[in-house]
């Protein structure tokens, strides 16, 4: 089953307006990444926060963790027409002491920028 | 060179031939991914291999074979497939660094269509 649950599964904005997306997942985890995928592409990496982080930034990008909810947040500020796009979470399992390669990606959401 | 290429980029087959996609990566990462991808919907983990040797295998039906014949090579052999097959199949890396799960990335995928 999904780990990861994207809200809203659609958004559409005015460029200019900043641009919010929620992850809400399951089980224990090591990290969390955000990813994007324009459409029919591959998909480009965002950001990566530890469970140990509460909140990280990159250039427009702010990402929040709270691990006691099992949610993150994607705030894209300033939003361009560049940014439309899907962005997904994806987890990794925190599974005892070893490792798993695997990380499943939420359903994500669907962003659009008016002009 | 932090790019992951795949050939071809689109591949239309019937249900009895064979094929292969390939994906490629110099970035040194010694873990590689295949994930099936179908539209609107996230990416789905097929196989992983981690330093050559198959790591995880997501139940995926034998008429997919995936191949890793070196550290930067990865191949998915397609046979017999059916109409549902049809997807964006996208490769991926990671450094794998033993311990925490990596950032992945992508390829521009393959666009898959089965006749």
């Known amino acids: 089953s999904q780990q990861g649950e994207e809200d809203p599964q659609a958004l559409s904005i005015q460029e200019g307006e900043n641009a919010t997306m929620n992850c809400s997942y399951k089980t224990s985890i090591n990290n969390l990444q955000w990813y994007r995928q324009n459409s029919g592409r591959g998909l480009v990496h965002l950001i990566l926060?530890?469970?140990?982080?509460r909140e990280k930034h990159s250039g427009r990008l702010r990402v929040t963790l709270d691990t006691s909810k099992k949610s993150s947040s994607l705030l894209i500020t300033a939003s361009r027409a560049a940014d439309t796009a899907s962005y997904f979470c994806?987890?990794?399992?925190?599974?005892?002491?070893?490792?798993?390669?695997?990380?499943?990606f939420g359903k994500g959401t669907r962003l659009h920028i008016l002009p | 060179d932090t790019e992951v290429t795949q050939t071809p980029k689109h591949l239309v087959m019937g249900m009895t031939n064979k094929k292969s996609l390939k994906c490629e990566q110099h970035m040194g990462h010694r873990a590689m991914y295949w994930y099936k991808q179908k539209a609107k919907k996230p990416p789905e983990l097929m196989f992983v291999y981690s330093y050559e040797k198959l790591s995880i295998n997501e139940s995926v039906p034998s008429r997919f074979s995936p191949e890793c014949p070196n550290s930067s090579l990865l191949n998915l052999h397609l046979h017999a497939l059916q109409p549902e097959d049809s997807a964006l199949y996208l490769c991926?890396?990671?450094?794998?660094?033993?311990?925490?799960?990596?950032?992945?990335?992508f390829g521009p995928g393959t666009r898959l269509t089965v006749l």
């Open positions: 926060i530890r469970s140990n982080e």
């Open positions: 991926a890396s990671s450094q794998d660094n033993q311990r925490s799960t990596d950032t992945q990335y």
């Open positions: 994806a987890t990794d399992l925190l599974k005892g002491m070893n490792r798993d390669d695997k990380i499943i």
